[in-house]
């Protein structure tokens, strides 16, 4: 168990690592967190610097946020060099990810915050935002995603989860929603993949998650999730 409680950032496909043995050299940090994060995800990149305002720090760039999921959800807290590192997702994007869809070297790219010259600006980004955003409007991939136009029922503390990727596991939907108050239950559905349930304590908890979670990107190339409240008994 953690002793420092962490405010966690909405899941981004790059990890954000604290906590590391300054003493370790640069090459070999990077090979262990390299073998130890790929058992979770296909990896794009590993920063790790040895400047004095980086020590202790690294970001491991995932192809996809349901492989950052699963690597936060088991790692966090691990013991590595003798030290217990923290993991949270980085609220800006690495180069890696830029230059995979598209967006790296694009004007657009310095208005949205984006790392252009190097990966290490990603620290100064971090201590900038250092403000915790609300889970309920912080995940800029949303922004996105063409309106949801589904059938609305009314308010009820079970939420209708629908496009989730054939991937998707039990734990990883417990870990997504469970950065809202009030998880009770997740329950997939037998023989599709893509359906569950999640239900919450009370209607206005599964609210909050709803709007936080409605059209969140698991994969890159996978349509955003959309919820809805389940039909009451």
């Known amino acids: 168990m953690m002793n420092r409680t962490i405010v966690m950032i909405p899941p981004s496909p790059t990890v954000y690592i604290q906590g590391l ?3 370790t050299k640069k090459q070999e940090l990077r090979r262990t967190l390299y073998s130890l994060f790929s058992q979770h995800g296909p990896i794009l990149d590993v920063v790790a610097l040895k400047t004095k305002k980086l020590r202790g720090q690294a970001w491991v760039v995932f192809r996809d946020t349901a492989s950052a999921i699963r690597a936060v959800s088991q790692l966090n807290g691990f013991t590595l060099y003798d030290r217990q590192i923290r993991l949270n997702y980085s609220r800006n994007k690495s180069n890696a990810v830029a230059i995979m869809d598209g967006t790296f070297g694009k ?5 949205a915050g984006y790392t252009i010259k190097s990966d290490k600006n990603l620290a100064d980004k971090e201590k900038a935002q250092a403000k915790p955003k609300n889970p309920a409007s912080g995940n800029p991939t ?3 995603t063409p309106a949801i136009d589904v059938d609305e029922n009314p308010p009820y503390r079970i939420l209708l ?8 596991t039990d734990e990883m939907l417990r870990y997504l929603f469970g950065q809202f108050p009030g998880l009770k239950d997740v329950r997939m559905i037998p023989n599709r993949t893509d359906v569950s349930f999640v239900e919450f304590e009370d209607d206005v908890m599964a609210a909050a998650a709803k709007t936080g979670l409605q059209g969140f990107l698991i994969k890159p190339d996978h349509p955003g999730l959309v919820l809805t409240f389940a039909k009451q008994a």
């Not at 004007?107 to 208005?111: G, V, Y």
């Not at 989860?161 to 998707?168: A, M, Q, R």
């Open 21 to 23: 043995n300054e003493k």
């Open 107 to 111: 004007k657009t790219t310095k208005k």
């Open 142 to 144: 949303s922004t996105s």
């Open 161 to 168: 989860v629908l496009n989730l990727p054939e991937e998707t």
